[in-house]
């Protein structure tokens, strides 16, 4: 079990780091225009094996961390380039570990929202998430959640970003 764990966050690191690798106006030119990927979100067995792996070995940097009430990180954004995250989440009994969501930002959430209302897809109502970003849901065929999001100003996302040097 611990090897499938590694193998799928070695996987999840190999596509942040393909993202990383590719050009990004060649990724843009798709039928999709205004859809971009943002983060890929896990839920980590080991949640500090899985930080050091990604910082340390991987050589991603910490953009932002979530504490709950007692200071245990709830989520980390970890900074592939300037607009795309692996997201990481410790796991718990309701959420195993494994892959948790794929982050796509449309270029216009509420008419990407209408425009996929209009072909019978059920989509959440847009709420404003813990990193003070808004974001919905949809489910697709193979029961994949795929998180649509807009940044808000002060979102923690577009403070690091922003701040990507």
């Given at each position: ?25 060649a990724a843009q030119q798709n039928q999709n225009p ?35 009430k007692d200071g245990k990180p709830t989520l980390t ?61 949809v489910i697709d065929p193979n029961g994949v959640r ?20």
């Amino acid at each position: 079990m611990r090897t499938l764990i590694r193998s799928f966050l070695l996987f999840a690191g190999g596509i942040g780091f393909g993202v990383f690798l590719m050009q990004p106006g060649a990724a843009q030119q798709n039928q999709n225009p205004g859809l971009r990927l943002n983060h890929v979100g896990i839920y980590a067995k080991d949640y500090d094996e899985s930080m050091r792996f990604y910082t340390k070995t991987v050589g991603l940097r910490e953009a932002f961390t979530i504490k709950d009430k007692d200071g245990k990180p709830t989520l980390t954004y970890l900074q592939i380039n300037r607009d795309t995250f692996l997201e990481l989440a410790p796991a718990t009994a309701e959420r195993p570990a494994g892959l948790s969501h794929i982050g796509i930002w449309p270029e216009d959430l509420s008419a990407t929202v209408a425009a996929l209302r209009q072909r019978g897809v059920k989509v959440d109502d847009p709420r404003t998430g813990s990193t003070k970003t808004t974001i919905t849901n949809v489910i697709d065929p193979n029961g994949v959640r795929l998180e649509l999001l807009d940044f808000l100003p002060e979102s923690l996302p577009r403070k690091a970003m922003d701040a990507w040097k």
